[in-house]
């Protein structure tokens, strides 16, 4: 029998990306297009208890492995079966470094692994899934398109990695792309509800091969294409080989995991932290004082012949206070819509910050001199002396004084004790 088309493309594929010989074991190659791997054959296998969907459509490249390690803790018999959704980059170094890498973790070659922007955030851990359509998906597995050099036909290839997971590791949960609400399901042989895999252990996952989906592009093979020209390859075409026909023993081994991070919803949203909750409650909170102060001002802004200056200084503080409220709110906003990743909404936060603080201290020492300059001679009884203020509004101007310096007082006193304790420690 001459060597399957599928296999052949997905060799021209793998030299054209430099996949390294050493990553291959080309003994356990496997094709399971519907001529290698026929519609009699099973569609799931049951591995340590767990249900696995054969990759029909698929061909495997089979990924060297650590036979002392499989047979030491009995991988092929005992662990299960998964896929990872993935591009043919992240795939070549999962393989190299023999493992699926969590978040934040840092390459060999000092790669910083980081969440995808379009899955969700804070959620670090491997992923892998029974189900081979649900790690086909778009917004696991990339789409690559490639030119046989062979047939000069132009091709659509998805990649997804085949592992083994150890059992006792794996966390079951629902698909997180919303199709139970829409109605779909997604696997005709694994319920959406047990769709995913995590663990966060990296060593419970290991890879044994490289899944290729191979499909004919009908619709815009342009080979004069620059996009398809660059991938073009100078390799000579696979030449036809007999190839013996893999058992159906050898399908146990299929699995693949996916170990970039869970993919974002359409319908989600990123829950806010309790430093964030915190915060906002503390800004609603302190918008009443500066509407307070708007409002004792406003009422009580010429009754104060002893000193003029204290409603408008009431008013003022009042005026600033609830603007300045406003805008945090909308800096709230923004960091809380976009990611704190976002530079900008702390930079101009800090800017906004540092202004208002010097602020409201140069209008506190003014405040200071007009309120307590008078303490000595007001009086609240007679309204046509020259010496009265508005019991109310005098009060209010006292106490917020008193207040601010407290507040000083207590900031000051925090950053000392914090400070104390790092140079303690």
């Known amino acids: 029998m001459s060597e399957c088309a599928h296999l052949r493309i997905g060799k021209e594929f793998l030299a054209s990306v430099s996949w390294p010989s050493s990553f291959r074991r080309k003994d356990h190659d496997r094709c399971y297009c519907h001529r290698c791997y026929p519609a009699n054959l099973a569609d799931t296998l049951t591995v340590a208890g767990y249900t696995y969907v054969i990759p029909?459509?698929?061909?495997?490249?089979?990924?060297?492995?650590?036979?002392?390690?499989?047979?030491?803790?009995?991988?092929?018999d005992t662990w299960l079966n998964c896929y990872h959704g993935t591009s043919i980059d992240s795939a070549k170094s999962c393989v190299e470094h023999r493992q699926l890498l969590l978040p934040d973790d840092v390459t060999m070659h000092g790669k910083k692994i980081g969440i995808r922007e379009d899955h969700i955030p804070e959620e670090r851990f491997v992923f892998t899934t029974p189900s081979i359509s649900y790690a086909a998906l778009d917004c696991y597995a990339y789409t690559h398109s490639f030119r046989s050099p062979y047939d000069?036909?132009?091709?659509?290839?998805?990649?997804?990695?085949?592992?083994?997971?150890?059992?006792?590791?794996?966390?079951?949960q629902p698909e997180t792309v919303c199709a139970t609400k829409q109605g779909r399901r997604l696997c005709p042989h694994i319920p959406n509800e047990e769709l995913e895999w995590k663990t966060k252990h990296r060593s419970s996952v290991m890879i044994y091969g490289l899944l290729l989906e191979i499909k004919q592009n009908h619709a815009s093979d342009d080979s004069n294409s620059p996009q398809y020209q660059k991938l073009n390859i100078s390799v000579p075409p696979a030449s036809n080989v007999v190839a013996p026909e893999p058992s159906i023993t050898e399908e146990i081994t299929n699995t693949i995991p996916?170990?970039?991070?869970?993919?974002?919803?359409?319908?989600?949203?990123?829950?806010?932290?309790?430093?964030?909750?915190?915060?906002?409650?503390?800004?609603?909170?302190?918008?009443?004082?500066?509407?307070?102060?708007?409002?004792?001002?406003?009422?009580?802004?010429?009754?104060c012949p002893i000193q003029p200056w204290i409603p408008r200084w009431v008013t003022v503080f009042g005026s600033v206070g609830l603007s300045a409220s406003c805008l945090m709110f909308v800096i709230l906003f923004i960091n809380f819509k976009w990611h704190p990743e976002k530079e900008i909404g702390k930079y101009v936060s800090g800017c906004i910050l540092c202004l208002l603080l010097f602020f409201f201290l140069a209008w506190l020492i003014a405040g200071s001199v007009w309120i307590f300059s008078v303490k000595p001679k007001i009086q609240f009884v007679q309204t046509n002396a020259t010496n009265y203020c508005q019991e109310t509004l005098y009060?209010?101007?006292?106490?917020?004084?008193?207040?601010?310096?407290?507040l000083i007082g207590v900031l000051m006193c925090c950053g000392g004790i914090v400070a104390l304790i790092g140079c303690l420690c």
């Open 56 to 76: 029909r459509g698929w061909t495997r490249f089979a990924v060297a492995v650590d036979e002392s390690f499989f047979n030491h803790h009995n991988v092929w």
């Open 152 to 172: 000069l036909k132009l091709y659509s290839i998805k990649v997804v990695l085949q592992c083994k997971q150890k059992a006792d590791s794996i966390i079951v």
């Open 258 to 303: 996916k170990s970039e991070s869970l993919p974002l919803p359409s319908s989600y949203r990123k829950p806010m932290s309790k430093t964030r909750i915190a915060l906002l409650v503390v800004l609603i909170i302190s918008t009443f004082l500066p509407m307070a102060a708007l409002t004792i001002g406003q009422i009580y802004k010429s009754e």
């Open 395 to 406: 009060k209010f101007a006292f106490g917020l004084t008193l207040a601010q310096y407290s």
